[in-house]
């Protein structure tokens, strides 16, 4: 395994459209431990392929308290959505930084597992907007997308700020 470096905001590489995996095989589960020793090594509750730099549908959530539920989803899409909650969001890819943005509370999502298997699942709460999150990645889209001009200014200077002091 191998701890991947993760872009940050804003980065244009994290505005590329994922590609669809066709084959699930031993390089993407070997990608999806690399993507999870990574995660929890931030530490984040989810995590795209886009994030990484690697630009197929691929996302990796963990909302447990023990850290050891790792889920996964390839070729994610969301089916349908209900009712809206707003909620305090961060990103691996906006360090630092948390804001409140509105996503459905309720959905139905489509995916395929590690082993390619399908699932199709009704899911709510934490995991219902980390799914939504992490797809937004996959699209090229960051959840600062969702605040106004003026905050995506002032949180781009900020991080290119800190990115100029660490070098």
Partial sequence: MALLEILHYPDPRLRTQAAPVTDVNDDIRTLIN??????????????AATQINVHKQLIIIDISESRDHLQVFINPEV??????ITTEEGCLSVPGIY?????????TYRALDAQGKKIEEKVS???AVCIQHEIDHLKGKVFVDYLSRLKQQRISKKLLKQQRQAM
Avoid: F, H, N, Q
Avoid at 34 to 47: F, K, N, Q, R, V
Avoid at 79 to 84: N, R, T
């Fill in 79 to 84: 089916m349908s959505k209900e009712s809206e």
């Fill in 99 to 107: 804001e409140s943005v509105t996503r459905a509370e309720i959905i």
């Fill in 34 to 47: 690399d993507m999870a020793e990574t995660m929890y090594a931030a530490p984040g509750i989810g995590l």
């Fill in 125 to 127: 709460g934490l995991l």
